[in-house]
């Protein structure tokens, strides 16, 4: 099957159907990590469907745990019979089991935002496939999910289900502190929520609208001449234009390059991991 021709994930309240050697990795995985006291937090669809109920196909498990903890994650799940590997240095390992993977999630891709522990501790309980463990809370799935808004694949349909669903007021406060210095994407969510729900607007509270959009107007008043470029913070494939050839500052890669704590294998158990 062409890759065009692949269907597209189409969101509904039923469950999709996991085979049996789909749970039997993912619930192998937690299963490592808790016995390992490793601290994680489940991510992903499942974490979207314990907030709004809606579900989705998906091809695997999102784990988000703190970056450091990813060589002693590995190293477990290396010994309880996965392989593994680094997928990319700033925000992405994976745990392969026969052709299921686990994704282990340490960042935005382009590191605006880093898993700390103040993600785990405000995560929830949640029961796992009969296993206890935690899930991410829908105020860091939001702030995750504003820069998942590339040419392949745009998120701000969980942003909005997560607003319009959740049975309890969302942590405004704790959206705009993860968001801080990408205010305008936070703004142009709400736009987007406004648009898609408007007899639910009201669910954002006022105040939240006046600080954005006293922000942008103070912006648009006083522009900055010295303003970085953002774009490559969305989509550094579709606004490589903008830095190879037109000479804007690359923040993608500013912001990876400082990253506090890159991921990489043990020399000693690299023969040990791979693609599965």
Not at 101 to 116: E, Y
Not at 144 to 152: A, C
Not at 201 to 208: H, K, M, S, W
Not at 222 to 244: E, S, Y
Request: contains cysteine; charged residues 25%.
């Amino acid at each position: 099957m062409h890759k065009e021709d692949t269907p597209l994930p189409v969101s509904s309240s039923y469950p999709p159907e996991f085979s049996q050697e789909a749970l039997t990795c993912y619930q192998a995985a937690v299963k490592c990590l808790n016995l390992a006291g490793i601290p994680f937090v489940i991510a992903g669809a499942f974490a979207i469907h314990h907030h709004t109920g809606i579900w989705r196909t998906t091809k695997d498990l999102d784990l988000f745990l703190q970056a450091e903890l990813i060589p002693e994650a590995l190293q477990e799940l290396n010994m309880y019979g996965f392989s593994t590997e680094i997928k990319d240095p700033v925000w992405l390992a994976k745990a392969y089991c026969g052709t299921y993977f686990v994704d282990l999630i340490t960042a935005t891709g382009n590191a605006a935002l880093l898993v700390d522990r103040s993600w785990i501790a405000r995560s929830e309980p949640f029961e796992f496939f009969g296993i206890p463990c935690r899930v991410l809370g829908a105020e860091e799935i939001i702030a995750t999910k504003l820069f998942v808004s590339r040419r392949e694949r745009f998120d701000l349909a969980d942003v909005v289900h997560l607003i319009r669903a959740m049975s309890k007021p969302l942590d405004w406060k704790r959206i705009q502190f993860l968001m801080s210095g990408h205010e305008e994407l936070l703004l142009w969510s709400l736009v987007f929520f406004a648009y898609v729900y408007p007899a639910h607007v009201g669910l954002i509270p006022r105040e939240v609208w006046n600080t954005l959009l006293q922000k942008l107007r103070k912006q648009i008043d006083n522009p900055q001449a010295n303003a970085p470029f953002r774009g490559a913070l969305i989509d550094p494939n579709m606004f490589a234009i903008d830095i190879d050839e037109w000479g804007e500052r690359d923040l993608y890669r500013e912001y990876r390059n400082r990253h506090p704590f890159l991921l990489e294998i043990d020399p000693e158990n690299e023969s040990d991991t791979g693609s599965g």
